[in-house]
């Protein structure tokens, strides 16, 4: 076999590798949209029983964001969005059972779904690993660890929803664990003279 032939035959196993690992990702990329679109979803089912409820909740959904509001004493919110890309799971919490966080290989890849809140600063407070075969985990802020299928029956979704909501009521009117406590630094006479209030802060729970 001449030099261009071998070339070529190296070239085009190049090609496959990349097309392979390219569709893994795009596969989890997939997922972890679809995945979103049942959470928000599942979230604004739950704002509307919230509002039945009586509680004052509202949810707006625009450019691949859904905001989630509830307003209970003061007011608390929560932003999910899907994010571009793939990559491998190293966090074991957020693992694949059947993946080794040694192992960087494409078919290992998840996508994921990440959850803001102003409460926890402005870091992801929530995370969702979601894999391409519609396995997911999460862990943090509104649910310390849970894990599911994609296509887990709605009722599922909709009760694990419910936990969001619920937490973020809790956030609002500090209760579930949440409280506000007396910050530190400055406060004069004259701030208080002026009406500004005491600095505090939200105490989140461990």
Same mark, same amino acid.
């Given at each position: ?169 809790? /956030? ?16 004069? /006479? ?17």
């Amino acid at each position: 076999m001449g030099f261009e032939e071998s070339a070529l035959v190296r070239l085009r196993r190049y090609r496959d590798e990349a097309d392979r690992s390219l569709e893994l990702i795009r596969q989890a990329e997939d997922a972890a949209r679809g995945f979103s679109g049942r959470l928000f979803t599942g979230l604004e089912y739950a704002a509307e029983l919230g509002r039945q409820a009586g509680l004052r909740v509202e949810t707006t959904h625009a450019g691949g964001v859904l905001d989630l509001r509830a307003v209970a004493g003061s007011e608390a919110g929560v932003s999910f969005a899907p994010i571009r890309g793939a990559a491998a799971e190293t966090d074991e919490d957020l693992m694949h059972e059947d993946l080794s966080r040694y192992s960087l290989d494409p078919s290992g890849y998840s996508g994921r779904v990440l959850g803001w809140s102003g409460a926890a600063g402005a870091e992801p407070c929530q995370t969702f690993a979601v894999y391409r075969d519609g396995l997911w985990k999460t862990k943090g802020l509104f649910v310390a660890k849970a894990r599911g299928k994609t296509d887990d029956p709605d009722e599922v979704l909709n009760g694990f929803c419910l936990r969001i909501l619920g937490r973020l009521v809790d /956030l609002a009117a500090t209760t579930g664990g949440v409280g506000r406590c007396w910050a530190g630094g400055a406060y004069t /006479l004259s701030d208080h003279l002026e009406g500004k209030a005491f600095p505090t802060e939200t105490r989140l729970p461990r």
